[in-house]
């Protein structure tokens, strides 16, 4: 028997997801649903499912679980924090304008910015990065500088960046589709990343902002990733290419990043956008 759940499709700078509220609805294969609403033909078109719950610990007030969309379960999504700060507040379902979200990732706190009723952008605390995680990158002596490897016959130089979930940053004045085709999917499977990995391609441009375009582990090609775009900041920042302090601009937007040195927390500031609402049979 099949089951009529509501969904919401929101996006942050063109990263979208379709948002479930799993109180109302118990999604029993999220994996598959992910999958199937992602298609872009014959489904509601995404680049993944996002399920908010309540939180069951007094640490936190909700939860989010990400969803790429081939199905893979991920850590973290940083636009889809930002676009569950302004669901909940402008659904009502919360009062508050400092949320902390219980992901895979850890806690993360959403600070939002309100004008009247309406979420103008989110704030959101994405804790301290990681260079050095074992499972997900298996050259333990990186530890943030930029390190080789080979594809294609090509040695291709990036740095390793776990914002929770898996990152590779690489500088490039080659932003095209085609490079990002063919060197994004060899890099995500590639045998140093246990758990794959996200690809960034970023650019320095004259103004000091950086460009970055992402081949996401799960998902392809996706207009903005917000990890990716923190873990761009922190590559930039060690390689001594920036400050603390970026602009990264993506193919849907901009995102801010800063990384405080007193506490060693990468902060991330950007919008969210409500896009439809419907139903559908699973
Ligand atoms: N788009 C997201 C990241 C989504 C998960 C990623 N593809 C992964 O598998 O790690 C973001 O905005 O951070």
């Not at 669901?87 to 949320?99: D, N, P, Q, R, V």
Request: glycine residues 10%.
């Amino acid at each position: 028997m099949t089951q009529e759940i509501g969904f919401t499709k929101m996006h942050g700078i063109g990263n979208d997801y379709i948002y479930v509220d799993s109180t109302l609805y118990n999604i029993k294969n999220p994996e598959k649903a992910a999958i199937a609403w992602s298609d872009r033909h014959k489904g509601i078109g995404s680049d993944g499912l996002v399920l908010i719950g309540k939180a069951d610990i007094p640490e936190a007030d909700f939860t989010m679980r990400i969803f790429n969309a081939d199905g893979s379960e991920a850590m973290m999504c940083g636009n889809a924090s930002r676009c569950i700060g302004k669901y909940l507040f402008e659904k009502g379902l919360t009062k508050k304008t400092s949320i902390r979200l219980l992901t895979a990732a850890g806690i993360k706190v959403l600070n939002l910015t309100v004008e009247g009723k309406v979420v103008k952008n989110v704030t959101v605390d994405m804790g301290e990065p990681v260079l050095d995680n074992e499972r997900q990158f298996a050259n333990t002596d990186a530890n943030g500088k930029e390190t080789t490897l080979k594809i294609s016959e090509k040695n291709i130089f990036g740095t390793f960046v776990s914002m929770g979930n898996p990152h590779f940053v690489i500088f490039t004045d080659d932003l095209t589709t085609d490079s990002i085709e063919h060197y994004g999917p060899q890099l995500e499977h590639d045998s140093m990343f246990p758990e794959r990995a996200n690809i960034e391609f970023a650019k320095i441009q004259e103004d000091g902002s950086i460009r970055m375009r992402v081949w996401e582990r799960g998902s392809g090609i996706t207009m903005a990733c917000g990890t990716g775009a923190c873990a761009t900041a922190v590559a930039a920042c060690l390689t001594k290419r920036t400050g603390r302090t970026a602009t990264i601009s993506m193919d849907g937007g901009e995102l801010q990043i800063c990384w405080n040195k007193e506490d060693n927390h990468v902060y991330m500031t950007g919008g969210a956008e409500f896009v439809f609402e419907g139903y559908i049979h699973f």
